[in-house]
């Protein structure tokens, strides 16, 4: 039934579908595992049982996500050997002790102890406990840290020798991890991974705000979560403006992509909007602002920016996919920082809990961080074509000796399964979500408002840890 | 063709990577076992309480198929880019089976009306799963054709009679080691039903241990000079002896109570038909043409990945061991969830 498709199409399909379906839960459990420490280590220090009763229910809902974290990835750490068998054998030792790397100290380390972690408090008292999330948490940013080393250097090939059977083999370790992408890659991903949560969390916790604005854990969410989305929504769109700048030093054809540029300018406009075709080679209805283009890419008014036409057909990204992802990614990332200003706004105001809006707003931000996290991958990955080691190996020569058949069989399974599995899974995290957190009320008996309090310090109130501690000092 | 031992990264990798297999097969045995006899079960309780024996254990466990899949990537490529596509139904499968199994231990406890089917997930992942293991493994056994660092071969190759016979063998060892895990980590009604179960499978697997070691032989010349020429004909005999060594220790420990000493006994059976597998393969990775040291990566990426793996495998097993001893002792009836 396969068989009047291409294999190689199919595998792409499969890859870029298991990927992108995976990609979700570390997204969410990379920031969720941090948020738990937070939340454990503020328990420590404050006894404040507000922390405990949020972080039980987030614990909760890490487990279920965590669980489809593993095994959707174990799924990627096959597919390789299945699917794409040349570039496994050709890069495998290069990349192969990468992802050695990541088993032994990333995967082992979160497996170890999250039973700890899930059911252990018992058993184990509340420090030792605090030991286990903190390296369920650090096990996740190393597997990010190495899985990322291995997309970059995909991406940007360097301290590499090819050997006499056509493999690619280190001629220098720490060229290979420290690729010239990895950092920005990693910064990026990582904050990412926060915002993601910020908003899920945010999300959750204004929910239940607008059903009852004195409920405790939800303002410990929601407060905390808007702290996050002021403070790194911001530092996010800075640290993207670095790697774009070091994609278009290593990968300039992905940027001519992402920009919608099919020709060389000198001086360039920036094309906020229109439709890139690439078989016409021109990006059709452009609403353009002049020299801006050059401006961002360059810092120059006049600088050159390249287009698409400086490299053959055969070399180029699809900008009609690039283009788009890149801009929903954008658009996205400008929506969270407005939302952390907002907030900003109204904590000064010291109306943060009386902000009916900006918690319908968050709520409908929720999912902003998941579409953001994948457009993004979408504007990379797919930028990175047509190869899968940039400028060395085509994507179309990675590919294993496999039959239309079998590809498309395990395609329409994983499909299927993915969608049932998974689907049930969110169903089961929405649910939860759905719970109050169960953390008690605010009493403020002794006066409703906190609108009068524009004191600087009126600005931390609601954190209530560091107010614990300074009416413990005073 | 060069078969003189050396001692090289190579072989300390070779050793490693089977160091993973195994741990991987004995550790998610025992979860994939629970898995098989859940609905053999008397009642749900019973269920709980199985299911929550592994749960805080089994995705640990189940890391080690992860270091033997990603470990051959780094340090045996050729091995990982040839089984892998050659293998690609039965893998496919497990990995289904895997996704399964592996988020019923939290679907099932979200769900009222839907437990049942997290239940049957648990169950048939966990089948589909273990069967698919024992079909890729007598595949493997069978030998793999590979051309110019290709796989050659077709895409039913991995089902003869013989992979069908693994898959079995491998279905009533699990199933062995997870009635045994049962039988040291429940008390009760459980308790007894699961040492029901472990004497039934022991038999099964004794069993299936002489029918997989008759047919071994018998699939290619380098096994049957193995297993028959001198001086190597030796462990013709001495293997079995260990054997029945294992089988009466499994019986004798269900007899007297003493609900370690099946679970212990049963691992020993895995261990002994791992080393019997390794004699028939020694020195190939991929019978019947790749060495370990055809498929090995160049030693600089051996040694690379070794300095960590020499820090990092004993405080994995470190932490491995303390989060079992965590967890150490009898189940309380229902478990921790």
């Avoid at chain 2, 269900?254 to 370690?260: A, I, Q, S």
Wanted: overall charge neutral.
């Amino acid at each position: 039934m396969f068989e009047s498709l291409d294999a190689l199409l199919l595998a792409r399909f499969q890859f870029a579908f298991t990927v992108s379906a995976h990609i979700v839960f570390p997204a969410f459990s990379i920031g969720l595992a941090s948020y738990l420490a937070v939340l454990e280590g503020l328990w420590l220090l404050t006894r404040d049982d507000r922390y405990m009763k949020v972080y039980e229910y987030w614990k909760t809902i890490f487990a279920v996500a965590f669980g489809m974290g593993v095994v959707s990835g174990i799924v990627m750490s096959y597919q390789f050997g299945t699917n794409w068998s040349v570039f496994s054998d050709k890069t495998g030792p290069i990349l192969g002790p990468l992802m050695g790397y990541e088993v032994l100290s990333a995967f082992f380390l979160e497996a170890g102890f999250l039973g700890v972690m899930l059911f252990g408090r018992d058993k184990v008292g509340p420090k030792l406990h605090f030991f286990a999330t903190l390296m369920v948490a650090i096990g996740t940013l190393f597997s990010a840290f190495w899985i990322l080393s291995v997309n970059s250097w995909m991406h940007t090939p360097t301290g590499y020798t090819i050997n006499d059977v056509g493999q690619y083999v280190a001629a220098d370790w720490f060229n290979v991890v420290f690729n010239p992408s990895f950092p920005y890659r990693l910064v990026h991903m990582v904050l990412a991974a926060y915002l993601t949560t910020a908003f899920v969390v945010g999300g959750v916790g204004a929910w239940h705000l607008l059903r009852n604005n004195r409920d405790n854990g939800a303002r410990v969410m929601f407060s905390m979560a808007m702290w996050m989305a002021l403070l790194v929504a911001p530092l996010q769109i800075v640290a993207g403006d670095f790697h774009g700048l070091n994609t278009l030093e290593h990968q300039p054809a992905k940027v001519a992509a992402m920009e919608g540029h099919y020709d060389t300018h000198k001086g360039a406009p920036l094309i906020l909007f229109g439709i890139p075709d690439d078989e016409a080679e021109e990006t059709r209805y452009a609403v353009e602002i002049p020299n801006l283009g050059s401006l961002i890419l360059t810092h120059e008014w006049n600088g050159e920016v390249k287009g698409l036409k400086a490299w053959a057909k055969e070399d180029r990204p699809p900008a009609e996919i690039i283009f788009w992802s890149f801009r929903v990614m954008v658009g996205l990332g400008f929506a969270m920082m407005l939302i952390g200003l907002w907030s900003g706004v109204q904590r000064l105001r010291g109306r943060l809990f009386e902000a009916p809006w900006l918690f319908r707003a968050s709520v409908l931000m929720m999912p902003a961080g998941f579409i953001a996290v994948l457009a993004g991958w979408i504007t990379t990955e797919v930028g990175r074509q047509p190869w899968t080691i940039y400028g060395l190996l085509r994507t179309a020569d990675s590919v294993s000796p496999i039959g239309a058949a079998a590809v498309g069989a395990s395609l329409l399974s994983f499909i299927i399964i993915y969608f049932t599995v998974f689907g049930a899974g969110v169903f089961y995290i929405i649910r939860l979500m759905l719970k109050r957190p169960d953390a008690g009320v605010v009493d403020d008996s002794s006066g409703p408002s906190r609108a009068a309090g524009i004191t600087p310090m009126a600005v931390f109130k609601d954190i209530p840890w560091i107010n614990q501690v300074l009416s413990r000092r005073s | 063709m060069e078969t003189v031992f050396h001692f090289d990264l190579a072989f300390v990798w070779a050793g490693l990577i089977a160091f993973a297999i195994l741990a991987y097969v004995v550790l998610d045995g025992f979860d994939l076992g629970v898995g098989i006899l859940f609905p053999l079960l008397d009642n749900d309780r019973d269920r709980d309480t199985a299911m929550n024996s592994v749960s805080p254990v089994w995705d640990g466990n189940e890391t080690w198929l992860v270091l033997g899949g990603g470990g051959l990537y780094a340090v045996f490529p050729l091995v990982y880019a040839t089984v892998l596509p050659a293998l690609y139904a039965p893998l496919t499968a497990m990995l289904i089976g895997l996704i399964f199994r592996g988020v019923s231990f939290e679907f099932r406890w979200r769900t009222n009306r839907g437990r049942f089917l997290w239940d049957w997930g648990f169950f048939g992942g966990s089948l589909l799963a273990t069967l698919a293991q024992g079909i890729a493994l007598g595949a493997l056994v069978q030998g793999i054709n590979i051309v110019d660092r290709q796989y050659a071969g077709g895409w039913w190759d991995w089902l003869t009679p013989f992979s069908l016979l693994t898959g079995a063998a491998l279905l009533v060892g699990y199933v062995l080691l997870g009635a045994t895990w049962l039988v040291m980590k429940t008390t009760g009604p459980l308790n007894d039903t699961a040492r029901a179960f472990a004497g039934r499978a022991g038999l099964i697997t004794l069993i299936a241990i002489a029918a997989v070691s008759v047919g071994t032989p018998f699939l290619n010349e380098v096994y049957l000079h193995r297993w028959f020429d001198w001086p190597t004909v030796v462990l013709s005999l001495i293997m079995p002896l260990l054997v029945m060594i294992c089988v009466w220790s499994l019986y004798r420990g269900l007899r007297l109570h003493r609900d370690t000493q099946p679970f212990l006994s049963a691992i020993s059976l895995f261990i002994l038909c791992f080393i019997g597998i390794g004699i028939s393969f020694y020195p190939y990775m991929v019978p019947p043409s790749v060495t370990i040291w055809d498929a090995a990566s160049p030693d600089d990426s051996l040694a690379f990945l070794l300095v960590g793996a020499g820090i990092l495998i004993p405080i994995i097993l470190g932490y491995t061991a303390y989060a079992y001893w965590v967890f150490r002792g009898k189940v309380p009836p229902g478990g921790y969830h």
